[in-house]
């Protein structure tokens, strides 16, 4: 329970540098994703979840 309490503290941190660094670079990027077509969202977004999962996985075996 820690591990994901860990995780998603990490996403809100990660999320809000962003939004205060570079917000309008973050509007160009919406727009390019707007670009793109439903089964590449898709597939991006399931390689996001992925890549996130083996990180995960990866920070448990290294006794995070």
Known sequence: MAMLIL??????I????VL???PSR??????LLEE????????LGGLA??????LLWLA???GA
């Not at 995780?7 to 809100?12: I, N």
């Not at 973050?26 to 727009?31: A, T, Y």
């Not at 979840?49 to 083996?54: D, L, R």
């Open 49 to 54: 979840v992925t890549t996130g999962a083996i």
């Open 20 to 22: 205060v660094l570079a």
């Open 7 to 12: 995780a998603l503290g990490l996403v809100c």
């Open 36 to 43: 793109f077509p439903v089964e590449t969202r898709r597939l």
């Open 60 to 62: 448990a075996m290294l």
């Open 26 to 31: 973050l509007e160009d990027i919406l727009r």
């Open 14 to 17: 990660l999320e809000g540098l």
